[in-house]
């Protein structure tokens, strides 16, 4: 992979030529790998590795999530793979080892060809519940923070750390500490989140409602910016 791993979440990548379709869209083209950063090292870790976090990736254009955008993979041989992408900006498949280290490039087809970005979202294996023992949360977290390190092979030093844990669907949480008070969780992007070194006394977390998913994040949004 070409990317250099220091940079991993947040280095911007090439600018790729604009074209013009007979429909007026706007085309991108550039390596899978420059999109899917990080995913090679994570497709060669362990089966039980893999099984503990989910790596998704998710389109953004100018801030939000892409929308009327059409992907598709095209092989060295010609061989295309079309990539739908979820209302979310989630890429619903993602490419293989092969196409990765084989430099397999991915076009990108729009209205507008700019503001392009993808955000990396880690999701823990486990289902959430409606309240968690704040102690098993954290040590996910410990947990990601290791898996991410290793995928990050010999830049692992300086790969990005997660700090909280997002809650989607949560609605609201709190905190309750272990002398019984309990402290509203903060928001981040929309969900309640828990970081660890700031509410290091929680016993419990409780939601108003049932999480979607547990999703590991830095202090703030990082991306791949490609346009």
């Given at each position: 992979m070409t990317v250099d791993r220091r940079f991993l979440f947040s280095m911007p990548l090439l600018a790729m030529p604009l074209a013009a379709t007979p429909a007026l869209a706007a085309q991108?083209?550039?390596?899978?790998?420059k999109v899917f950063?990080?995913?090679d090292n994570f497709l060669?870790?362990?089966?039980?590795?893999?099984?503990?976090?989910?790596?998704?990736?998710?389109?953004?254009?100018?801030?939000?999530?892409?929308?009327?955008v059409k992907a598709v993979?095209?092989?060295?041989?010609?061989?295309?793979t079309?990539?739908?992408?979820?209302?979310?900006?989630r890429f619903e498949r993602e490419p293989s080892l092969r196409q990765l280290t084989e430099k397999s490039r991915i076009i990108f087809e729009g209205q507008?060809?700019?503001?392009?970005?993808?955000?990396i979202g880690l999701v823990w294996a486990a289902r959430p519940t409606l309240e968690m023992d704040a102690k098993l949360v954290a040590a996910s977290l410990s947990d990601v923070n290791a898996i991410v390190k290793k995928a990050a092979g010999r830049f692992g030093m300086v790969a990005p750390k997660m700090v909280q844990?997002?809650?989607?669907?949560g609605g609201s949480g709190s905190a309750v500490m272990a002398d019984g008070r309990a402290?509203?969780?903060?928001?981040?992007?929309?969900?309640?989140?828990?970081?660890?070194?700031?509410?290091?006394?929680?016993?419990?977390?409780?939601?108003?409602?049932?999480?979607?998913?547990?999703?590991?994040?830095?202090?703030?949004?990082?991306g791949v910016v490609f346009g």
């Open positions: 991108r083209e550039i390596e899978v790998a950063v990080f995913l060669q870790m362990s089966a039980s590795e893999r099984a503990r976090l989910k790596v998704s990736f998710y389109l953004t254009q100018n801030g939000k999530p892409a929308q009327g993979i095209v092989d060295k041989d010609g061989t295309r079309n990539v739908p992408i979820a209302s979310d900006g507008d060809a700019s503001g392009y970005s993808v955000r844990v997002a809650f989607p669907g402290l509203p969780l903060p928001q981040f992007n929309g969900s309640p989140a828990f970081n660890p070194s700031v509410m290091a006394a929680a016993a419990k977390l409780r939601f108003a409602r049932l999480p979607s998913r547990m999703e590991f994040a830095g202090p703030k949004h990082a």
